[in-house]
Nanobody, 128 residues
Framework: VQLQASGGGLVQPGGSLTLSCTAS????????IGWFRQAPGKEREGVSC????????FSVDSVASRFTISRDNANNTVNLQMRSLKPEDTAVYYC??????????????????????RGKGTLVTVSS
């Protein structure tokens, strides 16, 4: 199973980006998929997650009003739409799943995200 995050780049504060998580030979729609980030010198942080069965979405408070996670099943993709970006959102972002269908305790907050199925990340830089 190989997950791949894409869509990162350089954006000014207040700008928007949409990240995409895709997979080869693995159907994302059945599984909980989380988005995680890690900034230099900081702990890994789980920011958003979407359930596999019912597509319920969860986000940490620091991004809940600005980030939206969603599925595009036709393209086997999970997207993370990020708005009103701040310099503190700068990090490498990656998607991952533990193979279950619920966003459990290991999907949100600091120090989580050590999962069996994890792809390479994409760098998001928020700077003027």
């Amino acid at each position: 199973v190989q997950l791949q995050a894409s869509g990162g780049g350089l954006v000014q504060p207040g700008g928007s980006l949409t990240l995409s998580c895709t997979a080869s030979r693995f159907t994302l729609s059945s599984y909980a998929i989380g988005w995680f980030r890690q900034a230099p010198g900081k702990e890994r942080e789980g920011v958003s997650c979407i359930n596999g069965r019912d597509d319920l979405q969860f986000s940490v408070d620091s991004v809940a009003s600005r980030f939206t996670i969603s599925r595009d099943n036709a393209n086997n993709t999970v997207n993370l739409q990020m708005r009103s970006l701040k310099p503190e959102d700068t990090a490498v972002y990656y998607c991952a799943t533990d193979g279950g269908d619920n966003c459990g305790f290991n999907y949100l907050g600091e120090g989580v995200g050590d999962m069996e199925y994890r792809g390479k990340g994409t760098l998001v830089t928020v700077s003027s």
